[in-house]
């Protein structure tokens, strides 16, 4: 996670930011705190990035990377606003013991937000920010199945905003963000999928942090929080609205460095 420090509404690269939208910091620093409070009472160690003037978007590091067991395939981000993070991250990474790779400059991939596993299967979101291209070549270089899922609607424009694997075999999405392909993709990949309205996608229920059998979310989704619970899962809200504005919510504010549990790797390392 990154600190808050320096987060703010200085440049408008989707369609949540604007900049006569201004974040109140104060309130900000309170809820990116209270989300690093309830990771920690679930038992997860945080470790942190240093926040950086001028780059108000670090504070998002869900972007820095695909962690892949003990590697770390460097994001290459689309809009230069967010480039300078790159050197930061590759260097953070690798004093967390990561061996940190990186991809050709010409292709534009942004780590976990765009590359998530369900199970063995790697789902990719291409077309607004990371490319098909970038994503084959991730897949190319952990070795491991991608299955590209286009991205249609702009406010979703990260994979993590419209998709979160639970475990494998269970994820929540919201289907209008992807186009009918990636739709049937999901449904005949995953048996169980927890819809998304567009009320609570808006307020990135999908963009949720999942630790075992607890899953932490924004707050004002109860539908989601309702089906959560009926299959065993223990929903956590916590206001994250002050991130939202900037287009992004607990999924985004952080980076698992041990592997998602919804990865089929991850047990078998």
């Not at 808050?4 to 900049?19: D, K, L, S, T, V």
């Not at 104060?26 to 990116?32: C, K």
């Not at 950086?52 to 978007?57: E, I, N, Q, W």
């Not at 897949?139 to 899922?149: G, H, R, W």
Request: with cysteine.
């Amino acid at each position: 996670m990154c600190p808050p420090e320096f987060f703010g509404i200085e440049y408008e690269i989707n369609p949540w930011m604007n900049c006569e939208v201004q974040v109140d910091h104060q309130v900000a620093i309170g809820q990116w705190e209270a989300l690093r409070i309830i990771l920690e009472s679930l038992g997860v160690t945080i470790e942190l990035v240093d926040a950086v003037s001028g780059l108000p978007d670090l504070v998002f590091t869900a972007n820095a990377a695909l962690i892949y067991q003990d590697r770390a395939v460097l994001s290459r981000f689309r809009h230069e606003q967010r480039q300078g993070e790159e050197s930061l991250f590759s260097d953070r990474l690798t004093q967390l013991g990561f061996s940190v790779e990186t991809l050709d400059d010409d292709l534009f991939f942004e780590g976990a937000g765009d590359a998530l596993f369900c199970g063995d299967a790697l789902y990719s979101g291409y077309r607004i920010r990371s490319t098909a291209l970038a994503l084959q070549s991730v897949a190319e270089q952990i070795d491991e199945q991608v299955i590209p899922l286009e991205l249609v609607d702009s406010r979703f424009y990260h994979l993590d905003t419209c998709f979160c694997p639970l475990s494998a075999g269970k994820a929540i999405w919201f289907p209008g963000a992807f186009d009918s392909y990636g739709q049937e993709v999901l449904r005949a990949g995953i048996a169980d999928l927890i819809e998304l309205d567009e009320i609570e996608a808006a307020a990135f229920g999908a963009n949720a942090v999942v630790v075992g059998e607890s899953v932490v979310t924004n707050a004002d989704c109860p539908k989601l929080h309702q089906a959560l619970r009926s299959r065993g899962y223990e929903p956590l809200e916590t206001p994250l609205w002050e991130f939202v504005k900037a287009g992004g919510s607990a999924k985004c504010l952080t980076l698992r460095l041990d592997g998602e549990d919804a990865a089929g790797w991850k047990s078998s390392n």
